[in-house]
């Protein structure tokens, strides 16, 4: 059973800060793997989805890498601004020939002005 | 729609009474997905639409949970006789074209039910 762990549950950081949050994940024979963002109250924004084939993608600030062998991927954020406070998420489809997906628990970000 | 359209965006109700959460999904996905995100845990899978069927059902918690497809659009989860346990974000989401497992999942706002 595929496992999805979020490290840190939550971090706080000052304006300006780069940062990165980190994603686990048990079974590596994934398809892809999609970071997604959730403000309070909230559904989810996709944020950046990675192909099992590609190592990383880009989207403005946002910067995520995939290393499928070791199970791991990275969100990146450069420049910090306190509109980027909020969950992030990661997730992978399950292997069920479908895109039905395994979350992990989130890291809640907090960006101080 | 531009986007997953879910309603209502919150509901109260009493315990023991029935509840219908509804999900217009973005026009042309016919992949459906319905989670629910209960406090302090990760968001769980409940049940997959293709179409107007339901090839995996297999996160619905219990025979209180159905959820129902009509034209390949609109999916309405009905939860019976609630309980206090159901208070959760039902989060719905929708794929395209098929749903398989290089598409992109978009979500929409969520329904925030609270069982009192």
């Known amino acids: 059973k595929q496992e999805v762990t979020q490290i840190p549950a939550a971090l706080s950081v000052p304006e300006g800060e780069n940062l990165v949050l980190n994603c686990s994940f048990t079974?590596?024979?994934?398809?892809?793997l999609q970071w997604f963002r959730q403000d309070p109250g909230k559904g989810l924004t996709s944020l950046l989805l990675i192909q099992s084939s590609q190592r990383e993608q880009t989207s403005g600030r946002l910067n995520a890498s995939l290393d499928k062998s070791s199970g791991r991927s990275t969100l990146y954020i450069a420049a910090s601004q306190p509109g980027d406070s909020a969950t992030y998420l990661c997730?992978?489809?399950?292997?069920?020939?479908?895109?039905?997906?395994?979350f992990g628990k989130g890291t809640m970000l907090l960006v101080s002005p | 729609g531009a986007g997953v359209s879910q309603s209502p965006s919150n509901k109260v109700t009493e315990k023991g009474k029935d509840v219908e959460l509804r999900c217009d999904p973005i026009s042309g996905h016919t992949a459906l997905y319905w989670y629910r995100q209960s406090l302090g845990q990760g968001l769980e899978f409940l049940i997959y639409f293709q179409g107007n069927s339901a090839p995996d059902k297999s996160g619905l918690p219990s025979d209180r949970f159905s959820a129902e497809r009509t034209g390949g659009s609109v999916s309405t989860l009905t939860i019976q006789r609630t309980q206090q346990e159901d208070s959760a974000v039902y989060l719905c989401?929708?794929?395209?074209?098929?749903?398989?497992?290089?598409?992109?999942?978009?979500f929409g706002q969520g329904t925030r039910l609270t069982v009192v």
């Open positions: 079974d590596s024979a994934i398809y892809n």
């Open positions: 997730a992978v489809p399950m292997n069920s020939g479908y895109s039905t997906l395994t």
């Open positions: 989401a929708s794929s395209s074209p098929g749903g398989g497992l290089n598409t992109e999942a978009f």
